[in-house]
């Protein structure tokens, strides 16, 4: 439990940044989903859009600390080669 001021104020950050944090990696792994249905539908346009859509969110994720920059980066590049190998 936290007992002096300085570690309540970090506490009450910690909250603050958690919420946000999570609300970010939610709205990508949307994204990311969205990517993913087009792919199994194998609708090669609406997966295009999909990850076009999906690839300035997943980067935003990483400048905001969300993602490690080579997680997005390999996820990106396994999507994009799935797109890539549809009809």
Known sequence: MAN???SKKRARQN???FAVNKARRSR???YLRK???AIASGDKDAATSALRAAQPELMRG?????FHKNTASRK???LSARVKALG
């Not at 990483?62 to 969300?66: A, D, E, I, P, S």
């Open 35 to 37: 990517v993913e249905e």
């Open 4 to 6: 002096t001021p300085q």
């Open 62 to 66: 990483v400048t905001k600390g969300v």
């Open 76 to 78: 990106i590049s396994r």
């Open 15 to 17: 909250e603050k940044r």
């Open 28 to 30: 990508i792994r949307t």
